[in-house]
C-alpha cells in the first residue's frame, strides 16, 4: 500500500517551454503532498507544500511564479515548471502524506522525474 | 530551526562487516526522525523512524537506530552487509509542531559493499 507515482519519468525539453509533472497516490488519499529537487549527489530539498484545494506554500527562494503548483484532488499534484532554462535541469521527487497535522506523519516518495533542459 | 548532518559522505565496508552510518540532529523540539534509502533510479524507501517512542528502532532489511537525546544523534546499524545495501542513505528531520511539514534532508552518505 501507499504508492505514489510520478509521470513522466523523464523529460527532456527546450528552453523556453513549460513542463508538467504530475504526482499521482495510487491507494490512497494525500492530503498533503510535497515537491523536492534533488541535484546530482546532493540531497533533496523541499520547494513547495501542496494541500488539496489550497494554494501551495513555497519554501524561500522558491519562484512560485515559475514552479506551479496545483493539487486539485487528494489524489494528484501537480508541478509545471515555466519557461525552463537549463539550470532548471534537476530531479524532481514529490512525496504524499497521509495525515495531515501530525508530528512524524510519514510520507511515500514518487520514483522522481528527471527533468533536462537543453 | 531544525537541521540534520549526515557525518560520512561516504562509508565502505566489507559484505558481511557491520554497518554505522553517523547522523547528529538540531532541533529546538523534540524530533521526529527517519533514515530512508535511495537506490540508483528508484524512489526513497523508509527504513524506519522514531516519533517518541523506543529509543531503539528496528527498521526493514534489518537495520536499525538510537535515539541519543544526550548525544543528538541517531545512528544507523547493520550487523552484516549485503551487497544490495548499496545505496545513498539519508537521515531526516521533521518539525514535531505538526502541520505535515516537509521533511529536512541530511546531505546522504553514499554506502559501499566491497565484495
Known amino acids: 500500500g501507499a504508492v505514489v507515482s510520478q509521470h513522466p519519468s523523464w523529460v527532456i525539453c527546450k528552453s523556453g517551454t513549460s513542463v508538467k509533472i504530475e504526482c499521482r497516490s495510487l491507494d490512497f488519499q494525500a492530503t498533503t503532498m510535497f515537491w523536492y529537487r534533488q541535484f546530482p549527489k546532493q540531497s533533496l530539498m523541499l520547494m513547495a507544500t501542496s494541500n488539496e484545494g489550497s494554494k501551495a506554500t513555497y519554501e524561500q527562494g522558491v519562484e512560485k511564479d515559475k514552479f506551479l503548483i496545483n493539487h486539485a484532488s487528494l489524489t494528484l499534484s501537480t508541478l509545471t515548471v515555466t519557461s525552463a532554462h537549463p539550470e532548471d535541469s534537476s530531479f524532481y521527487i514529490c512525496?504524499?502524506?497521509?495525515?495531515?497535522?501530525?508530528?512524524?506523519?510519514?510520507?511515500?516518495f514518487g520514483p522522481g522525474t528527471r527533468l533536462t533542459v537543453t | 530551526a531544525q537541521s540534520v548532518t549526515q557525518l560520512d559522505s561516504h562509508v565502505s565496508v566489507s559484505e558481511g562487516t557491520p554497518v554505522l552510518l553517523r547522523c547528529n540532529y538540531s532541533?529546538?523540539?523534540?524530533?521526529?526522525l527517519f533514515w530512508y534509502v535511495q537506490h540508483p533510479n528508484k524512489g526513497l524507501q523508509l527504513l524506519l523512524k522514531y516519533t517518541s517512542a523506543a529509543t531503539l528502532v528496528k527498521g526493514i532489511n534489518g537495520f536499525e537506530a538510537e535515539f541519543k537525546k544526550s548525544e543528538t544523534s541517531f545512528h544507523l546499524t547493520k550487523p552484516s552487509a549485503h551487497m544490495s545495501d548499496a545505496a545513498e542513505y539519508f537521515c531526516?528531520?521533521?518539525?514535531?509542531?505538526?502541520?505535515?511539514?516537509?521533511?529536512?534532508f541530511g546531505k546522504g552518505t553514499h554506502l559501499i559493499i566491497q565484495p
Open positions: 531526516v528531520v521533521s518539525d514535531p509542531r505538526g502541520g505535515a511539514d516537509g521533511l529536512t
Open positions: 532541533s529546538s523540539y523534540s524530533p521526529s
Open positions: 512525496s504524499a502524506s497521509l495525515s495531515s497535522g501530525l508530528a512524524g506523519a510519514e510520507q511515500y
